[in-house]
C-alpha cells in the first residue's frame, strides 16, 4: 500500500467537498443520455487514507511493490490487542471502563477486559462506553461483597437476553448449595463406578467429585478384633473400601480341611487358602490371603478358615 505518486498529485490533502446524498456507482447509459457516475478525488483519497492508517497503526513502513500490507497489518493488530485490558476509572460497585476502539451500543457476546481499581461491596455496574449495565457473576446472580478485588484482572461478556455484563471467572457470590453441586456431578461407568460415588448429573456435564475418590483421605486399620467369621458386614460409608484378610486353613487327617471363603454382595470371590486333596491322614497347615473392593452399599463377609489379621481401608 503506498501513496498515488503520479506527477500530477498535491502535497497535502485537499480538504474534501461537503457531504452530499450517499449513493452507488453507475455506468450510466447513452441510449437515455443517463451519464455514467464521476469518480472524484475526494472519494480515492478516503478510501487511501483509510488503508494506509490500518498499515501505519501496525508499524509497517508503506511499500508501492508489496500487496499484502493492509492483510499483514490487520493480522498484527489483532494479535497484538489480544490480550490487551482496560483501567477501570469508576468507583467501588460503579466500574468505567473506555474500550479500544470505542463502541457505540453493546453487542452480544462483546468480550470485555479491565483491571478493578477498586473492590466491591455489593452489587455492581459496568460502563464501557454504552452506558451502565448490570455486572453479576456467571450465574446471573448479583455480586456480593469481596467479589472483585483491587488489581485483579478481570474478563466479562455481554448478554443481550439479560442486558448484563457476565463475569467469566469463579468469584464468591456463586457458592452452591449441596443440591446445586449435585447437579454438577457425572456418573461415571464401568469399573470407575468402584471408585467414586458420583451422582447422576446433567447431560453435558463432565465433573467427578473427586473428594469421593478411592483411597483419598482413607487409612489403614487393623479391625481383627471386630470382625468375626460368619457374619455380614455393609459398606455404609460414601467411598469404596478395601478388605484385606490374612487366614489358616487346617487339615487333620484326610480331606480337604475347612477353606476361608470372602464373599461380595453374596458372590464368593474364591478361596482362601486354595483347597487341596490330603489322600493320606496327616495334619497340614496353609496360610492364604483373600482381598476385595466394596462399593458403597455393598454387603462383605468371610466364612471358614481361620482368621490370622483381618484390615480395612477406609
Excluded at 485537499?14 to 478525488?41: E, I, K, M, Q, W
Excluded at 489480544?82 to 453493546?106: F, H, R
Amino acid at each position: 500500500m503506498y501513496l498515488y505518486d503520479d506527477p500530477s498529485v498535491v502535497p497535502v490533502l485537499p480538504a474534501p467537498a461537503a457531504a452530499g446524498t450517499g449513493g452507488y456507482f453507475t455506468d450510466g447509459n447513452p441510449a437515455t443520455s443517463s451519464p455514467a457516475t464521476v469518480l472524484r478525488s475526494d472519494f480515492m483519497n478516503m478510501i487511501m487514507e483509510e488503508l494506509l492508517n490500518i498499515v501505519s497503526a501496525a508499524g509497517i513502513a508503506p511499500s508501492k511493490t508489496t500487496y499484502n500490507q493492509v492483510l499483514s497489518a490487520i493480522e498484527a493488530l489483532i494479535e497484538s490487542r489480544t490480550g490487551n485490558y482496560a483501567l477501570d476509572t469508576g468507583v467501588a460497585n460503579a466500574y468505567v471502563i473506555a474500550l479500544n476502539p470505542v463502541v457505540a451500543a453493546y453487542t452480544n457476546g462483546l468480550l470485555m477486559r479491565f483491571k478493578v481499581a477498586h473492590g466491591n461491596t455489593g452489587a455492581s455496574t459496568l460502563n464501557a462506553g454504552p452506558g451502565a449495565i448490570s455486572l453479576v457473576n456467571d450465574q446471573g446472580g448479583a455480586l456480593v461483597n469481596g467479589d472483585l478485588q483491587t488489581g485483579t484482572l478481570v474478563t466479562a461478556v455481554y448478554d443481550q437476553a439479560t442486558n448484563s455484563a457476565i463475569l467469566n471467572s469463579i468469584v464468591t457470590s456463586q457458592a452452591l448449595t449441596e443440591t446445586v453441586a449435585n447437579t454438577l456431578y457425572a456418573l461415571i461407568g464401568g469399573s470407575a463406578t468402584q471408585l467414586f460415588n458420583a451422582a447422576n448429573g446433567v447431560a453435558g456435564n463432565n465433573v467427578v467429585n473427586f473428594s469421593q475418590s478411592f483411597g483419598l483421605g482413607q487409612t489403614w486399620s487393623n479391625q481383627t478384633a471386630s470382625r468375626v467369621s460368619g457374619t455380614v458386614y455393609t459398606n455404609s460409608g460414601s467411598k469404596s473400601i478395601a478388605v484385606s484378610i490374612n487366614s489358616t486353613r487346617n487339615s487333620s487327617g484326610t480331606g480337604f480341611g475347612t477353606m476361608g471363603q470372602l464373599y461380595v454382595n453374596g458372590n464368593n470371590l474364591g478361596y482362601s487358602p486354595a483347597a487341596a486333596d490330603i489322600s493320606v491322614a496327616d495334619t497340614i497347615s496353609a496360610i492364604g490371603q483373600a482381598f476385595a473392593i466394596v462399593s458403597p452399599g455393598e454387603t462383605y463377609e468371610f466364612t471358614g478358615g481361620g482368621i490370622n489379621s483381618w484390615w480395612e481401608l477406609s
